[in-house]
């Protein structure tokens, strides 16, 4: 038998066994895809009404101002002809190259074949070619209302997205010839990922940014030592043991948001701001929330103001002793920690004595890049979704927050992983990222109709327990720590915000980078700048222009502030007292609940 025999039948013999494999994850993915439960149509895109409007506002520009639109359309034909010539004319010259210009650069088109293969560069050109058309078409819509507008801009984006080249594996040069290199097993195991991600969320496609097994929660991810001293229906109260022998008297406790787990801010020890603020000589709690099911459907905002936040606020005193504490709040319990505020002044409580706000919405006015999931059609959708499930599944919440950076949380990986057969990478970041919660029916409700929609706490005021509340009636020293490209919490949008409370003493950071890393940003990293400015009364590109800018993080100009509210030092508290034993360890039960087994 020849080498070139012998060559030929491994070949041969392992075609066979990928076709094998082939036939059974085809079994599989139909038997995924039959879980998948049906969801309300008004989550997957806009009302029809939007397109019809669209259409309306064209055709009347078309009537009115005709050779406006004929020089666009004309422009993309001529653009898409002469794209078309060209590449004609190369073949006819019998020279199988792309033209001298190859194209605007994009980074999602990094491969060199993309510039120096004329099939994938003719493709390349002309979907950038019509991708600016639609771009163009919609800017130039006048007869239509900016919301609606918005909302078109950001559907047409997805659609533009959605049909780039790299998303198809007859023009990914980078997936076929990794098929190519490995004889198709790139493609099964693609084939592999896809079957397991569908099968690990009942028939929904929820593309895995993280290798769920490279990470175990208190193993090698959310390891800061502490206990858990206090457990309700709603969160586990962590105590953090001292790193240092005195510790200044007013503790802080930490609200993450609800949405995640409070762990981004415990990643690994180099960049854990919980590990950084008990190394500044603090007693530290932080509240880890409960991932709802079915049971919390009638779990409002006021349940999490008073078992949550109020309840903590009593516990903590009591096991320190003091009177008063400082807070911090993060993203959507930023927000509740306002509406705490504004509550406890009207009661006269003065428990908190100074309260940080990390990426913190509070005025709603200007939905951003929000505005497509604050309309009617949407959230009536997700009313009718929790209605019947008690609950808006953390999928659901995960998948609006991803479309809004799709190439970078959907496409990308999903090529990665489905079409070049790539196990997702051991990321902490994208793992937390992965490791979503569910929100209780009337709380995602409350929260999207009176304060996204309604703008109430900002404007007229919001109704809790027989009170009016106003973010004018936060008045405790506060700091707000914004970031500058943040996609969720726009910083305009939360300085606005700070603007409006009625504190006297306010400090406002603009810190570099977005939503997670302009806040996990350790002073080691030397990495994102921070931006000050003590004048709140001038707009926001004034107040940015004006600012002194700062090398380096944030986290020691917080510590600063936060030092003179903090009072003397006292000998290190160890978690809990008599009345508070430790029931678990940190990170404790709560964090460890996964929605997506709730969701099954």
Same mark, same amino acid.
């Given at each position: 038998?020849?080498?070139?025999?012998?060559?030929?039948?491994?070949?041969?013999?392992?075609?066979?066994?990928?076709?094998?494999?082939?036939?059974?994850?085809?079994?599989?993915?139909?038997?995924?895809?039959?879980?998948? &439960?049906?969801?309300?149509?008004?989550?997957?895109?806009?009302?029809?009404?939007?397109?019809?409007?669209?259409?309306?506002?064209?055709?009347?520009?078309?009537?009115?101002?005709?050779?406006?639109?004929?020089?666009?359309?004309?422009?993309?034909?001529g653009k898409s002809v002469t794209h078309f010539v060209e590449a004609q004319q190369a073949l006819?010259?019998?020279?199988?190259?792309?033209?001298?210009?190859?194209?605007?650069?994009?980074?999602?088109?990094?491969?060199?074949?993309?510039?120096?293969?004329?099939?994938?560069?003719?493709?390349?050109?002309?979907?950038?070619?019509?991708?600016?058309?639609?771009?163009?078409?919609?800017? =130039?819509?006048?007869?239509?209302?900016?919301?609606?507008?918005?909302?078109?801009?950001?559907?047409?984006?997805?659609?533009?997205?959605?049909?780039?080249?790299?998303?198809?594996?007859?023009t990914n040069p980078d997936a076929l010839m990794k098929a190519v290199e490995t004889d198709g097993e790139s493609l099964v195991k693609g084939?592999?990922?896809?079957?397991?991600?569908?099968?690990?969320?009942?028939?929904?496609?929820?593309?895995?940014?993280?290798?769920?097994?490279?990470?175990?929660?208190?193993?090698?991810?959310?390891?800061?030592?502490?206990?858990?001293?206090?457990?309700?229906?709603?969160?586990?109260?962590?105590?953090?043991?001292?790193?240092?022998?005195?510790?200044?008297?007013?503790?802080?406790?930490?609200?993450?948001?609800?949405?995640?787990?409070?762990?981004?801010?415990?990643?690994?020890?180099?960049?854990?701001?919980?590990?950084?603020?008990?190394?500044?000589?603090?007693?530290?709690?932080?509240?880890?929330?409960?991932?709802?099911?079915?049971?919390?459907?009638?779990?409002?905002?006021?349940?999490?103001?008073?078992?949550?936040?109020?309840?903590?606020?009593?516990?903590?005193?009591?096991?320190?002793?003091?009177?008063?504490?400082?807070?911090?709040?993060?993203?959507?319990?930023?927000?509740?920690?306002?509406?705490?505020?504004?509550?406890? &002044?009207?009661?006269?409580?003065?428990?908190?004595?100074?309260?940080?706000?990390?990426?913190?919405?509070?005025?709603?006015?200007?939905?951003?890049?929000?505005?497509?999931?604050?309309?009617?059609?949407?959230?009536?959708?997700?009313?009718?979704?929790?209605?019947?499930?008690?609950?808006?599944?953390?999928?659901?919440?995960?998948?609006?927050?991803?479309?809004?950076?799709?190439?970078?949380?959907?496409?990308?990986?999903?090529?990665?992983?489905?079409?070049?057969?790539?196990?997702?990478?051991?990321?902490?970041?994208?793992?937390?990222?992965?490791?979503?919660?569910?929100?209780?029916?009337?709380?995602?409700?409350?929260?999207?109709?009176?304060?996204?929609?309604?703008?109430?706490?900002?404007?007229?005021?919001?109704?809790?327990?027989?009170?009016? #509340?106003?973010?004018?009636?936060?008045?405790?020293?506060?700091?707000?720590?914004?970031?500058?490209?943040?996609?969720?919490?726009?910083?305009?949008?939360?300085?606005?915000?700070?603007?409006?409370?009625?504190?006297?003493?306010?400090?406002?950071?603009?810190?570099?980078?977005?939503?997670?890393?302009?806040?996990?940003?350790?002073?080691?990293?030397? =990495?994102?700048?921070?931006? #000050?400015?003590?004048? #709140?009364?001038?707009?926001?590109?004034?107040?940015?222009?004006?600012?002194?800018?700062?090398?380096?993080?944030?986290?020691?100009?917080?510590?600063?502030?936060?030092?003179?509210?903090?009072?003397?030092?006292?000998?290190?508290?160890?978690?809990?007292?008599?009345?508070?034993?430790?029931?678990?360890?940190?990170?404790?039960?709560?964090?460890?609940?996964?929605?997506?087994?709730?969701?099954?």
């Amino acid at each position: 038998m020849t080498t070139n025999d012998v060559a030929e039948t491994e070949n041969q013999a392992r075609l066979e066994a990928n076709l094998a494999r082939v036939e059974e994850l085809s079994q599989r993915l139909v038997q995924a895809l039959t879980q998948k &439960k049906t969801t309300n149509p008004a989550l997957h895109g806009p009302d029809h009404t939007l397109y019809a409007k669209a259409a309306q506002a064209y055709w009347a520009e078309m009537m009115q101002n005709p050779a406006k639109i004929l020089e666009h359309q004309i422009e993309y034909w001529g653009k898409s002809v002469t794209h078309f010539v060209e590449a004609q004319q190369a073949l006819a010259k019998g020279k199988l190259q792309p033209p001298e210009d190859t194209g605007p650069k994009d980074r999602r088109f990094q491969n060199p074949l993309w510039d120096e293969h004329p099939y994938f560069n003719f493709v390349k050109q002309q979907y950038l070619i019509s991708s600016e058309a639609i771009k163009e078409a919609v800017n =130039k819509i006048e007869d239509l209302d900016e919301k609606e507008k918005r909302r078109l801009r950001y559907f047409a984006h997805q659609v533009v997205d959605m049909f780039a080249p790299t998303n198809f594996l007859a023009t990914n040069p980078d997936a076929l010839m990794k098929a190519v290199e490995t004889d198709g097993e790139s493609l099964v195991k693609g084939m592999e990922n896809l079957v397991a991600d569908l099968e690990a969320n009942n028939g929904e496609l929820v593309v895995r940014l993280a290798d769920d097994k490279a990470f175990e929660i208190g193993e090698n991810i959310a390891t800061a030592p502490g206990e858990v001293v206090y457990r309700n229906r709603m969160m586990e109260l962590i105590q953090y043991h001292p790193t240092t022998e005195k510790v200044h008297e007013t503790p802080i406790i930490l609200f993450p948001p609800w949405i995640n787990k409070f762990y981004i801010l415990d990643l690994k020890p180099e960049n854990s701001f919980i590990r950084w603020v008990l190394d500044q000589g603090y007693t530290l709690f932080v509240v880890s929330w409960i991932n709802p099911d079915e049971a919390y459907r009638d779990v409002g905002l006021e349940e999490y103001i008073e078992e949550g936040y109020l309840t903590a606020l009593d516990e903590v005193k009591s096991i320190c002793k003091v009177d008063k504490v400082n807070a911090i709040g993060y993203c959507i319990a930023g927000t509740t920690l306002s509406l705490t505020l504004a509550l406890l &002044k009207a009661r006269g409580d003065k428990s908190i004595k100074s309260a940080t706000f990390f990426t913190t919405l509070t005025d709603f006015s200007d939905q951003g890049e929000f505005t497509p999931f604050l309309q009617d059609d949407f959230i009536d959708g997700i009313e009718e979704e929790v209605n019947e499930k008690h609950m808006l599944p953390s999928f659901l919440m995960a998948r609006t927050f991803s479309f809004l950076r799709s190439n970078d949380l959907i496409y990308g990986p999903a090529i990665k992983s489905y079409m070049m057969g790539e196990t997702p990478p051991a990321f902490d970041l994208l793992y937390w990222n992965g490791d979503g919660a569910n929100l209780p029916a009337r709380m995602a409700i409350q929260y999207l109709r009176d304060l996204c929609q309604s703008n109430r706490f900002a404007e007229e005021g919001i109704e809790f327990f027989g009170e009016t #509340l106003k973010l004018s009636d936060v008045d405790v020293p506060l700091m707000s720590i914004a970031a500058e490209t943040d996609h969720i919490a726009a910083w305009k949008d939360c300085y606005r915000g700070v603007q409006m409370m009625g504190s006297k003493n306010k400090t406002f950071v603009l810190s570099e980078s977005g939503h997670i890393a302009g806040i996990v940003n350790p002073p080691s990293k030397k =990495k994102y700048g921070h931006y #000050l400015n003590d004048d #709140l009364s001038l707009a926001p590109d004034d107040w940015q222009a004006g600012a002194s800018y700062t090398e380096g993080s944030w986290w020691p100009t917080w510590e600063a502030w936060i030092k003179k509210r903090s009072g003397k030092k006292v000998d290190a508290r160890e978690p809990g007292d008599s009345a508070h034993p430790p029931l678990a360890p940190a990170p404790g039960t709560y964090v460890r609940v996964k929605a997506a087994k709730q969701n099954q």
